[in-house]
């Protein structure tokens, strides 16, 4: 079992940045796969960056790409998403998920346990 708790959301002013970092409980969490997920008022989740369990390969979608880095610290059990030059439609709930399949995904389906999500909210 693995339970994450995501912190660092907050409100910002476009072209600002937040590093939003979750915490991971559990014994195998060093084994999974990581993603951040995001969720705008009214819209589907959608994926944002994954990352494999040593940390060596990352996964980003086309709309952070270059804007966003995710990373992780296995020692302390902690996965972060630096979030740069932020957009108004980066607006959203974001949430930390761990997938215990070995390749990156960017499926929502596919992450077995799910964060409560922390609040970005970028003003225009």
């Known amino acids: 079992q693995v339970q994450l708790v995501e912190s660092g959301g907050g409100l910002v002013q476009a072209g600002g940045s937040l590093k939003l970092s979750c915490a991971a409980s559990?014994?195998?969490?060093?084994?999974?796969?990581m993603g951040w997920f995001r969720q705008a008022p009214g819209k589907e989740r959608e994926f944002v960056a994954a990352?494999?369990?040593?940390?060596?390969?990352?996964y980003y979608a086309a709309s952070v790409k270059g804007r966003c880095t995710i990373s992780r610290d296995v020692a302390k059990g902690t996965v972060y998403l630096q979030m740069n030059s932020l957009k108004p439609e980066d607006t959203a709930v974001y949430y930390c998920?761990?997938?215990?399949?070995?390749?990156?995904?960017?499926?929502?389906?596919?992450?077995?346990?799910w964060g409560q999500g922390t609040q970005v909210t970028v003003s225009s």
């Open positions: 990352i494999n369990w040593s940390g060596g390969s990352t």
């Open positions: 998920a761990a997938d215990r399949e070995a390749t990156m995904s960017r499926y929502t389906h596919r992450y077995d346990y």
């Open positions: 559990g014994r195998t969490f060093s084994s999974y796969v």
